[in-house]
């Protein structure tokens, strides 16, 4: 079953303009982390955020801000004004207890390619 | 601080061959893991070594391998090659194990299988 859902595969905007990445996670823990990651085009993913699950604190960081909502097991990625150097695919990410003690599963999510038009 | 590398970034191989890969972490980083990236599939854990033990482990066949050597740096092993195993294979590492690591990850290495 897919515990990490990054609905939309493609999104391509004009430059300036605010994207919203969605991310839905499935788990049964109450302990759990969840990450953003940007792999540009040289392949390397670059770690952005992350977050408790007991912290739903929304966060800000330039152009980009995240929205972490527990009711509706959301944590979604908003980049304003966003520029051609955005284009990239963005992963979410899940970390979570495994079910051997002391071990742990990092699940990532499809990834959203985005496509940033000048 | 110098990154994650990984070596080779290319490689050909033909069915039924085996391969290596190396992952070098970034200095001080102890836990070493490996996905596996595919356009169909995305990115899948492969398995996670920390302190020269595997501590995770995803749900690959026995013919992918790792191990980690004293010094941290990593090395997986693919036996008999399928074409299915035609991917991007990404190392990343982070300074301990756990749930809440954040991943520093190489460029990877491309393998295709002919």
């Known amino acids: 079953a897919q515990k990490v859902t990054q609905a939309q595969t493609e999104i391509s905007v004009v430059e300036k303009e605010d994207v919203t990445l969605d991310c839905v996670y499935e788990?049964?823990?109450?302990?759990?982390?969840l990450f953003w990651y940007k792999q540009p085009p040289s392949g390397e993913l670059v770690f952005l955020i992350r977050?408790?699950?007991?912290?739903?604190q929304n966060e800000i960081s330039g152009r980009y801000s995240w929205n972490f909502q527990k009711s509706t097991s959301s944590f979604n990625f908003t980049i304003t004004a966003s520029q051609v150097v955005d284009s990239a695919v963005y992963f979410c990410a899940l970390s979570e207890e495994s079910w051997v003690p002391g071990t742990y599963k990092y699940i990532f999510g499809t990834g959203t390619r985005l496509k940033v038009l000048a | 601080k110098a990154g994650v590398t990984q070596t080779p970034r290319y490689l050909i191989k033909t069915r039924g061959q085996q391969v290596t890969l190396s992952c070098s972490p970034i200095s001080g980083h102890r836990s070493v893991s490996w996905y596996q990236q595919t356009p169909g599939q995305g990115l899948q854990f492969l398995f996670e070594y920390f302190s020269e033990t595997q501590r995770n482990k995803g749900n690959f066949p026995g013919r992918f391998s790792g191990r980690q050597f004293s010094n941290s740096r990593s090395e997986m092993n693919v036996s008999t090659l399928e074409l299915g195993d035609s991917a991007l294979y990404l190392c990343?590492?982070?300074?301990?194990?756990?749930?809440?690591?954040?991943?520093?990850f190489g460029p990877g290495t491309r393998l295709t299988v002919l």
């Open positions: 977050r408790n699950s007991f912290d739903e």
């Open positions: 990343a590492s982070s300074f301990r194990t756990g749930t809440y690591n954040e991943q520093f």
């Open positions: 788990t049964r823990d109450t302990t759990y982390y």
